[in-house]
T-cell receptor, first 112, second 116 residues
Framework: GDSVTQMEGPVTLSEEAFLTINCTYT??????LFWYVQYPGEGLQLLLK?????DKGSNKGFEATYRKETTSFHLEKGSVQVSDSAVYFC???????????FGAGTTVTVRA | EAGVVQSPRYKIIEKKQPVAFWCNPI?????LYWYRQNLGQGPELLIR????????DSQLPKDRFSAERLKGVDSTLKIQPAELGDSAVYLC??????????????FGPGTRLTVL
């Protein structure tokens, strides 16, 4: 079945450092790919998404590119802030399907 | 625009007791989802509603879990009786979904259940 594997955490960074969180997927078709973020005490929020190969999703300085050849959707940010401290989840849904399959999440802590 | 509302935010119960969670989706969203998130893991779908119809409940443990969405708006998820392994965060999400596209799911803050 469909599955998502993402980089294990926790990840601790200093402010203004470069962040990358690896995510690879297994799917039978052509999935849509998502990154969700969960700030402390809050619900999951959609950070960005990409619906087809080579699409780049971006939001709040974060970017991820849908790479079909490597079945990856790595999340990157060039200069993190303390406010980026959160748990990040990679997820997929098969084209036309509603069911989100999530990775286990990566906890990111940014220190001032 | 108000987001997905869930209550209670926290619940502590003894095992074998019943418990219920309530969700109010974003206005106009016809699709509602209940997920369970175990500690250190990503959410897993329990049940999905399109309007008032449960269109996928294949992952819902029906011996003890039940859900309803009367009138196609609010929804309640119930566990009776609760077991120690039910301790988790229960998330509700909603979306406007049609079969031609995959639309964004908006999540509520969740209910953290602790079963003692």
């Amino acid at each position: 079945g469909d599955s998502v594997t993402q980089m294990e955490g926790p990840v601790t960074l200093s402010e203004e450092a470069f962040l990358t969180i690896n995510c690879t997927y297994t799917a039978t078709g052509y999935p849509s790919l998502f990154w969700y973020v969960q700030y402390p005490g809050e619900g999951l929020q959609l950070l960005l998404k990409a619906t087809k190969a080579d699409d780049k999703g971006s939001n709040k300085g974060f970017e991820a590119t849908y790479r079909k050849e490597t079945t990856s959707f790595h999340l990157e940010k060039g200069s993190v802030q303390v406010s980026d401290s959160a748990v990040y989840f990679c997820a997929l849904s098969e084209g036309g399907d509603y069911k989100l399959s999530f990775g286990a999440g990566t906890t990111v802590t940014v220190r001032a | 625009e108000a987001g997905v509302v869930q209550s209670p935010r926290y619940k502590i119960i003894e095992k074998k007791q019943p418990v219920a969670f309530w969700c109010n989706p974003i206005s106009g969203h016809n699709t509602l989802y209940w997920y369970r998130q175990n500690l250190g893991q990503g959410p897993e779908l329990l049940i999905r509603y399109e309007n008032e119809e449960a269109v996928d409940d294949s992952q819902l443990p029906k011996d003890r879990f039940s859900a309803e969405r009367l009138k196609g708006v609010d929804s309640t998820l119930k566990i009776q009786p609760a077991e120690l392994g039910d301790s988790a965060v229960y998330l509700c999400a909603s979306s406007i979904w049609d079969r031609a596209s995959t639309d964004t799911q908006y999540f509520g803050p969740g209910t953290r259940l602790t079963v003692l």
